[in-house]
């Protein structure tokens, strides 16, 4: 176990440093150039020159590409080309509040996902089987960001029970949840919708398996089938799915703290997009692909957790 | 592989069990109220959609704006209804860009295996992995504003999807033996490839595309309404949620209607979607 | 399968539990923040700087005018030469002329100014040391955005307590006070901690004098400053001072319902202020100020180069489509570059000279067509996310559409915005502001050396009026020393017959679109009591050391 996850460690790197040098490159192939997609089709060649010193850009590709790698490995992100402020502190400072948002959002999803699952495969084609499959599909048909403002509109504006904004004083922990409540419904409802619709086809599939069926032949009582054999065995799936939505959860967590103004890695983001803040955009992809890759990590390391008789290879 | 299931079951077979599906009938008949809807646009709308009349700025629904008019005074109805015309062409021109790029990517990776496949391959892994939407950013911060690049910016964003679903199919046509005669009897490459694999493996792909739409409209939604999508003042569902969060107190007709919209739409390319795995998976089949 | 259910809900059931029912218990706990700390949300989204001699941007302004002093202010909420007062000055200072034709202007301090603690250490007296420092800094062109303001002074301390400020070229005292006002390069910085610790430090750690002192500041969030307890005037009332950067309106507008947000900046909507005024605990302020819009044409790329191009977009756009857009009750026409109230053009004798502009579709496109462009043209624009920009440049959109003219516009940040029209990368600018007097809107608009990125101190002269060919007779058109030779005018009648003259010839030139003077709304929380009337201001509302609670 402990060998396969440092292998699985080992392995990942690569990845990352693909996915680095893909973005660097990608960066570099902007029309113009970075520094004119800073400053635009009317910049004069003067001010052009005078911004690709400053961000280094008049020094050979290698160089430049040496350069990004070295201070990646060395955790170095680059200072913003916008306020000279360095840009890893501030990635540091605002990466526990998206964790903290998607990890309470997939737990509300897998809390409410996986009974409401097992609930509908087993009541199949009742009124609750449509009703919760009627629900989880408007779940992942919904906008997140809509959602979000359907939200708002409700519990902050109709019922006026929570914030709309910010994340509140982060050594108050009862702060920190009191704002934390809406974004988590938006996205962790959007999971349930998933998670739900994973949960039930994974039990109808297992459900039908001859094993399954043998159980119940012998006799055993229907709690220990379903929770014994029929949900223990749907559990892969599950989780291989559950990793997929968490990356889909990444992604529209961006979504979420826009609409509740809520600091975070995808507010920095959209900001250095808007402020043309290449540099900065650059390391938060960075950090974004080490995100993705640590899910993938977990989610692999989660297996044997679930069912010991996956061997790891 | 249900998507080679669903050519094995025959043409006709597949139209026979999908009409006795409630969920995908449904569907497909809201999809083709919105595809008229957006065919029709120009004639159906009451207003022009980017003609601003400041006198009658933010105006609640009432008889001569259904839906009430936006901060410049333009109709809402009419702007969503012109909407429905960027957002299906956005979701449709950039599927069907990825599906192009994506199939020949994943077939090439197929057909030629080794090291050019596994290349290949590896790279499509990689992008699998993130987020649509943080890919999406990524691509429409470096290639700027505008739907024209939209529609590359998802094309891309989707090719690596179609890639993946190309190059399964192929490994196993491509051992078939017909494929392996045409090869002794010399027929070229490409011809192979146009002739013999594309057709197999293209129905389902069709059908993934086809719900991938509704994925796309979501990421293109999502785009505009970060300030990322069509440049105004061209009318696109998220860029009026977008330009409607403003007012969503005092105004919320804004963006309640191409809210609704969107979710009407994408949920009905669900539909079909759940309807086809219905039939697609016989142990699920009802 | 009965006890299956049954088992199943119960899981449900706590599970609901946990995701409704603990939040709700929490909220039940969780009041809203009490405690005197006004928080104001304004429009913008981030922060550029908090370096006084930086900060350029409406939202830096606003933090580092309660962070710093000046010898003199504008009384708070009156932003107007009128409203100047003594602030670490004691008097406000009258000229002497001297023998060599110099003009000295003698400026006694107040003792005891101490300023604010710094890097762990307690806070020193202020004296002419730092004055004499701060308006060199000032000065220069390295550290500071306003160094042409002060081109042509001398400093010097005469004294502990006593500074003089000499000037080569004689000038009114309506235009030399408003250089030692507390805003812009006027702002006193402590020679300190800037000699200490350097000018990379002090960008992110402002040390002044004012009643508010800087705590911190989160990207994209908010800036935090807490009261000075040692101020001269005596400790700020209120605790603290919190602004928030919200460029969504909803969210202002919620957070404000809410009670999280004590003071917001509005739309410019009256729509908008109906509604507020019908929220009880509401105070909504209504400030007229002399805050303009103007669309300055970059007169030195085609096709702007074209004078008829430029008339024709002008009889394109329509005022009163602007004045709906902002509302009616704050907004109003303006036909030239100085509005009417600060000594400006009055609209009858800008109709005697057949300049108003007024719009006329048919006349655009009969220029438009007379300088070739019959099948109209495209222009790429970029506008601020600020909603009174976007909005400006969606409408001329829509305007300019009629005589086939299309504008592509993309949207960036504010403050990147400001960056790039100040690089000379907009063809059109749009530009909303205000300025103390018809001198300042003449010299930062339109004056040569004002050019941006290619003037001798640039600002924000986007026309390049003073450095193109404006009318197409070959010649270069320039109203420099129309504005030079009214700032050395001593009697304002003739000053203000000089700015008239130049002001037509802009209007000839077309090198700016004089559109309309903006009010600018604010709501804040009816137990906020500012400690003085907004009357003129521009950037925002500020807390002074009066600022209170309101007691229940």
């Known amino acids: 176990m402990i060998q396969f996850a440092v292998r699985r460690i080992i392995l990942s790197i690569p990845i990352l440093l693909i996915v680095a040098t893909l973005i660097f490159f990608l960066m570099r192939t902007m029309p113009g150039g970075p520094a004119v997609a800073v400053l635009g089709d009317y910049a004069t060649k003067e001010a052009i020159e005078a911004l690709e010193k400053q961000m280094g850009l008049d020094r050979p590709l290698g160089v430049q590409y040496a350069d990004f790698l070295g201070s990646l490995v060395r955790g170095d992100l680059g200072k913003s080309i916008i306020n000279g402020r360095p840009i890893a502190p501030e990635v540091g400072r605002v990466l526990p509040y998206t964790l903290q948002l998607a990890f309470s959002s997939l737990l509300l999803g897998i809390i409410l996902g996986i009974p409401m699952g097992v609930f509908t495969a087993l009541r199949r084609n009742a009124f609750f089987d449509y009703f919760g499959r009627t629900l989880s599909l408007a779940g992942v048909s919904i906008p997140t960001f809509f959602m979000g403002i359907l939200l708002m509109l409700l519990f902050s504006i109709q019922l006026d029970l929570f914030p709309v904004m910010g994340a509140g004083d982060s050594s108050d922990l009862r702060d920190t949840l009191y704002h934390l409540f809406l974004p988590t419904l938006t996205l962790g409802l959007m999971m349930t919708a998933y998670i739900t619709r994973t949960t039930r086809s994974a039990m109808l599939n297992v459900l039908q398996e001859e094993y399954v069926r043998t159980a119940r032949a012998k006799g055993l009582p229907e709690r220990i089938v379903i929770y014994g054999h029929a949900l223990r065995n749907a559990f892969i799936p599950i989780i291989s799915f559950i990793g997929v939505y968490a990356i889909i959860l990444i992604g529209n967590s961006i979504l979420v703290e826009i609409v509740f103004s809520r600091p975070g890695l995808g507010k920095m983001m959209i900001g250095a997009i808007k402020q043309r803040d290449y540099i900065t955009l650059q390391s938060v992809m960075v950090v974004y692909a080490s995100l993705v890759v640590f899910i993938n990590l977990l989610i692999d390391l989660s297996y044997g957790l679930i069912d010991p008789r996956v061997k790891y290879e | 592989m249900s998507n080679t299931r669903i050519l094995e079951e025959g043409k006709g077979k597949l139209w026979r069990t999908f009409k006795k599906n409630k969920t995908a009938l449904v569907g497909t008949a809201i999809i083709i109220i919105v595809i008229a809807v957006a065919i029709l646009a120009p004639w159906i709308s009451p207003h022009d959609p980017l003609e601003q009349n400041m006198v009658h700025r933010l105006k609640p629904p009432d008889r001569t704006y259904p839906l009430g008019t936006d901060e410049y005074g333009r109709d809402v109805l009419s702007r969503v209804l012109w909407g429905t015309r960027v957002s299906l062409s956005v979701g449709i021109l950039s599927i069907l860009f990825g599906l192009v790029v994506g199939t020949a990517m994943g077939a090439v990776a197929g057909y030629k295996g080794a090291i050019v496949g596994s290349i290949i391959m590896r790279m499509v892994d990689v992008l699998l992995s993130f987020p649509v939407l943080i890919s999406g950013i990524l691509v429409v911060a470096i290639l700027g504003p505008g739907m024209d690049k939209l529609i590359l910016t998802m094309g891309i964003v989707f090719a690596p999807r179609f890639a993946r679903l190309a190059y399964g199919p192929t490994l196993v046509v491509k051992e078939r033996e017909y494929v392996d005669s045409a090869r002794i009897i010399g027929v070229s490459n490409l011809r192979i490839l146009t002739h013999y694999l594309f057709p197999n493996i293209f129905g389902g792909i069709l059908v993934a595309g086809t719900l991938w739409v509704g994925t796309a409209i979501l990421t293109e939604a999502s785009l505009s309404f970060l300030g990322l999508g069509v440049s105004p003042p061209t009318p696109t569902w998220g860029n009026m949620i977008k330009s409607g969060i403003d007012r969503l107190t005092t105004a919320p007709w804004l963006s309640i209607f191409p809210g609704l919209s969107i979710l009407t739409t994408v949920l009905a390319i669900n539909m079909i979607g759940d309807g086809l795995r219905d039939i697609t998976d016989p142990k699920l089949r009802i | ?552």
Not at chain 3, 212 to 225: G, N, R, T, W
Not at chain 3, 267 to 283: F, H, N, Q, S
Not at chain 3, 306 to 314: D, F, G, M, S, T
Not at chain 3, 411 to 427: A, E, G, K, M
């Open chain 3, 1 to 552: 399968m009965g006890k299956v259910f049954g088992r199943n809900l119960w899981v449900f059931g706590i599970a609901i539990f946990l995701f409704a029912g603990v939040p709700a218990i929490l909220t039940l706990n969780v009041g809203q923040a009490e405690g005197q700390i006004l928080r104001s949300a304004c429009k913008f989204g981030e922060a550029k700087t908090f370096d006084p001699h930086m900060a350029t941007g409406s939202p830096d302004r606003i933090v580092v005018e309660m962070i710093f002093n000046g010898l003199l202010r504008y009384k708070p909420g009156n932003m107007t030469t009128e409203g100047i007062e003594p602030d670490l000055a004691k008097t406000i200072p009258v000229p002497k002329i001297l023998p060599n034709g110099h003009q000295e202007w003698v400026i006694s301090l107040n003792s005891g100014v101490k300023s604010h603690p710094y890097d762990g250490k307690a806070g020193y007296e202020i004296t002419s040391e730092d004055v004499v420092y701060s308006f060199k800094r000032a000065a220069d062109k390295k550290y500071s955005a306003f160094s042409g303001d002060y081109s042509g002074m001398t400093f010097e301390a005469a004294d502990k307590y006593t500074v003089k400020i000499t000037l080569e070229t004689p000038t009114s005292a309506s235009l030399f006070l408003p250089k030692i006002v507390n805003r812009g390069g006027g702002l006193i910085v402590c020679k300190k901690p800037l000699e200490e610790k350097g000018n990379d430090w002090f960008r992110t750690n402002p040390v002044g004098t004012g009643p508010f002192v800087y705590k911190s500041y989160k990207p994209m969030e908010k800036a935090v400053l807490e009261r000075h307890k040692e101020y001269f005037k005596g400790t700020p009332k209120i605790q603290g001072f919190e602004f928030f950067y919200m460029p969504d309106l909803s969210s202002r507008d919620m957070a404000f319902q809410k009670g999280e947000i004590d003071v917001i900046e509005g739309p410019r909507d009256d729509l908008w202020a109906e509604k507020m005024t019908k929220i009880p605990g509401t105070v909504l302020q209504t400030i007229l100020g002399f805050d303009t819009l103007l669309v300055h044409f970059n007169m030195s790329i085609k096709p702007l180069d074209n004078l008829k191009v430029r008339q024709a977009i002008a009889y394109a756009m329509n005022r009163k489509e602007f004045i709906f857009l902002y509302g009616p009750k704050t907004t109003k026409e303006l036909y030239s570059p100085v509005p009417a109230g600060q000594q400006g053009l009055s609209q009858e004798e800008i109709a005697k000279e057949n300049l108003l502009y007024e719009h006329d579709l048919d006349k655009a496109k009969r220029l438009l067509a007379e300088a070739g462009y019959s099948k109209g043209l495209s222009l790429d624009v970029f506008t601020s996310e600020s909603e009174s920009y976007q909005r400006a440049y969606e409408l001329m959109q829509a305007q300019l559409k009629k005589i086939g003219i299309t504008l592509k516009i993309s949207v960036v940040d504010h403050s990147t915005f400001h960056t790039r029209i100040r690089q000379n990368l907009n063809p059109i600018v749009m530009y909303i502001a205000m300025r103390p007097n018809a001198d300042v809107i003449l010299m930062q608009y339109f004056h040569s050396a004002s050019i941006v990125a290619a003037g001798k101190r640039p600002i924000t002269n986007f026309s390049h009026l003073g450095a193109v060919d404006a009318n197409g007779d070959g010649v270069v058109d320039s109203i420099d020393s129309l504005i030079e030779s009214a700032g050395k005018e001593r009697e304002t009648k003739k000053q203000v017959e000089i700015w008239n003259e130049a002001q037509k010839k802009i209007l000839q030139y077309m090198a700016s679109y004089p559109v309309v003077s903006l009010g600018t709304l604010f709501a804040n929380k009816s137990y906020v009591d500012w400690g003085y009337t907004p009357i003129n201001l521009t950037d925002g509302l500020r807390a002074t050391e009066n600022t209170q609670w309101i007691k229940k």
